[in-house]
């Protein structure tokens, strides 16, 4: 059975940082790409960043230079460092594993709320 378990959301200020982590089972980590999504309240789901098996790493330009996402192949572990926070940011962070071509090969974690909020 495949699960992917986030960790780290909360209550943060403006200007804060957070570290959101997703432990993952059930998969061979090292072949998916890692991603972290977010969905804002009244909006459609988002890519945020993406670690790919080799370990290259994007980031959508409204979190470059703020956010950085990391895998641990040896712990199946993904992370997501997110500092300078916005009240933007707000949002619920959801942990996906998936693979290139492969459609049905995608699973999701249940998602961590991170609030920004003053």
């Known amino acids: 059975q495949v699960q992917l378990v986030e960790s780290g959301g909360g209550l943060v200020q403006p200007g804060g940082s957070l570290t959101l982590s997703c432990a993952a089972s059930?998969?061979?980590?090292?072949?998916?790409?890692m991603n972290w999504y977010r969905q804002a309240p009244g909006k459609e789901r988002e890519l945020v960043a993406t670690?790919?098996?080799?370990?290259?790493?994007t980031h959508r330009d409204s979190v470059k230079g703020r956010f950085t996402i990391s895998r641990d192949n040896i712990k199946r572990s993904v992370s997501l460092q997110m500092n300078s926070l916005k009240f933007e940011d707000t949002a619920v962070y959801y942990c996906?594993?998936?693979?290139?071509?492969?459609?049905?090969?995608?699973?999701w974690g249940r998602g961590t709320q991170v609030t920004v909020s003053s």
């Open positions: 996906n594993a998936a693979r290139i071509g492969l459609p049905r090969d995608d699973y």
């Open positions: 059930g998969i061979i980590f090292r072949i998916y790409n």
């Open positions: 670690a790919t098996p080799g370990g290259t790493t």
